[in-house]
């Protein structure tokens, strides 16, 4: 597997808290995303980076933030969490290329009651 | 505008009997296509792609994959499945004039295997 860590892998918290998520690679690839998947959506993409501080807005980016001060970590930020924000939540990266498949981690399952 | 779908949210398959998940997709230009599979509790892996060339791609797990640009399809498919197939699968597509160099996908909603013993 590609060396892709997503932490925490389960979160449960309540309405209107923030939460951060966090991506690390060990693979010193250029490009990193973030998705959330959704039954019935498939996987929808939310931000997207493209080097260290430049990122770019997704299909579904409306109350997410994110950030890329080093190559290697990656954070989606839930600035005041909403129910519909309920989902399982992947990273991913690709090497530049535009023909480089992406990999994926394993995914932050996040509850919001 | 840019869009893949697939046809089936399940597929049920025999131990031993060929196996086709279905993908279609529609983009302007030559397109990048890619298929992953996901276990449960696990990120999507990559099986293959076709980026360009013969339109039999061979990937990961005895998988392969037919493009077809008069169909605009590219279906995956295992001449015999096992019951260790059994899992989520997802087309991908990239075009062109969609993500460029940042390599965005865009995907399928996704086909449930099950593959009875």
């Known amino acids: 597997d590609a060396g892709i860590t997503q932490s925490p892998r389960h979160k449960v918290t309540e309405t209107g808290t923030p939460v951060t998520l966090r991506c690390h690679q060990t693979e010193n690839h250029r490009y990193m995303y973030w998705y959330r998947q959704d039954p019935g959506h498939g996987l929808r993409l939310i931000h997207y980076?493209?080097?260290?501080?430049?990122?770019d807005k997704g299909e579904v980016s409306d109350g997410y933030s994110v950030s890329r001060s080093k190559t290697e970590d990656f954070l989606l930020t839930l600035e005041s969490a909403t129910s519909s924000q309920t989902s399982v939540y992947f990273c991913?990266?690709?090497?530049?290329?535009?023909?480089?498949?992406?990999?994926f981690g394993d995914g932050t399952r996040l509850s919001i009651l | 505008a840019q869009s893949v779908a697939q046809p089936e949210d399940q597929v049920n398959v025999a131990e031993g009997n060929p196996l086709t998940v279905k993908c279609t997709y529609s983009?302007?230009?030559?397109?990048?296509l890619f298929w992953y599979v996901q276990y449960p509790n696990r990120g999507l892996q990559f099986l293959l792609k076709?980026?360009?060339?013969?339109?039999l791609v061979k990937g990961s797990y005895g998988f392969e994959a037919e493009f077809n640009k008069s169909q605009t399809s590219f279906h995956l498919k295992k001449p015999s499945a096992l019951v260790s197939d059994s899992a989520l699968y997802f087309c991908?597509?990239?075009?062109?004039?969609?993500?460029?160099?940042?390599?965005?996908?865009?995907f399928g909603t996704g086909t449930l295997l099950a593959v009875q013993p």
């Open positions: 980076s493209y080097g260290v501080k430049d990122t």
């Open positions: 076709y980026i360009t060339g013969d339109n």
């Open positions: 991913a990266i690709s090497p530049a290329g535009s023909n480089q498949p992406q990999h």
């Open positions: 983009v302007s230009g030559n397109p990048y």
């Open positions: 991908a597509v990239r075009a062109p004039n969609y993500g460029g160099a940042t390599n965005k996908l865009i």
